[in-house]
């Protein structure tokens, strides 16, 4: 079974200072991994995904992430955060091996941005 | 481009009503979820489906019922509202078959209470 795990349920930071959200995940085969975004009354959107290919994940909007299977962590970073950074931050993991591809959600982390 | 298109975007029910929540995809991704998202919580799946003709239960399908006739269309049913399915369902799609096809496109959601 696989599960999700995001460290922080809220996040405060100041505009122009980095932004760490922490992820760690538990899966019984080798995970795709992603993180979505999802602002105030908005859909999800996709910042970024790892597929096996390289362990450090560039995303839209300066974000990235690393993959270290030996923590089994995937946590998303940004040097410098916008205002317009405010929104709930989802980690998901998908298992390929599974029956389906099916997703599994973290429990998402509110990130604040103040001026 | 429209993507994933769910309608209603909000709805009031009374307690006992049925309806259902539409879904249409337009990539002719074969695999289609629905998820449910309480207040301050992540995204749960209730139902999800590999192809035309198969669906298959989530963590949380009571209440619900869905069918896969077509490989744009989803529907989720809920045949007798309760409260306790006051929330923002989201459906989603994704190509699947492979590592680099597991990105989930979602719709905008639809916001339902039940009164």
């Known amino acids: 079974a696989q599960s999700v795990t995001q460290l922080d349920s809220h996040v405060s930071v100041s505009e122009g200072t980095p932004v760490l959200l922490r992820c760690n995940y538990s899966?019984?085969?080798?995970?795709?991994l992603f993180w979505y975004v999802q602002h105030p009354n908005k859909g999800l959107q996709l910042l970024l995904k790892?597929?096996?290919?390289?362990?450090l994940v560039k995303g839209i909007n300066g974000f990235e992430a690393e993959f270290k299977k030996s923590e089994t962590s995937f946590h998303l970073t940004k040097p410098s955060a916008h205002m317009s950074d405010a929104a709930e931050y989802f980690c998901?993991?998908?298992?390929?091996?599974?029956?389906?591809?099916?997703?599994?959600f973290g429990g998402g982390t509110r990130v604040l941005v103040k001026p | 481009n429209a993507g994933v298109t769910q309608t209603p975007k909000f709805r009031i029910l009374k307690i006992g009503q049925s309806m259902t929540l539409q879904c249409t995809q337009d990539?002719?991704?074969?695999?289609m979820y629905w998820y449910r998202q309480d207040p301050g919580m992540g995204l749960k799946l209730i139902y999800y489906?590999?192809?035309?003709?198969?669906?298959d239960k989530g963590e949380v399908p009571n209440g619900y019922n869905v069918s896969r006739s077509t490989t744009e269309d989803f529907p989720l049913r809920l045949e007798l509202a309760a409260p306790s399915q006051t929330s923002v369902y989201f459906c989603?799609?994704?190509?699947?078959?492979?590592?680099?096809?597991?990105?989930?496109?979602f719709g905008q959601g639809t916001r339902l209470t039940v009164v």
């Open positions: 899966s019984s085969y080798s995970p795709s």
């Open positions: 989603a799609s994704s190509a699947g078959g492979g590592f680099m096809n597991t990105e989930a496109f």
């Open positions: 998901v993991v998908s298992d390929l091996g599974a029956a389906g591809n099916k997703l599994t």
């Open positions: 790892y597929t096996s290919a390289a362990t």
């Open positions: 489906s590999v192809g035309a003709g198969i669906t």
């Open positions: 990539m002719n991704h074969n695999y």
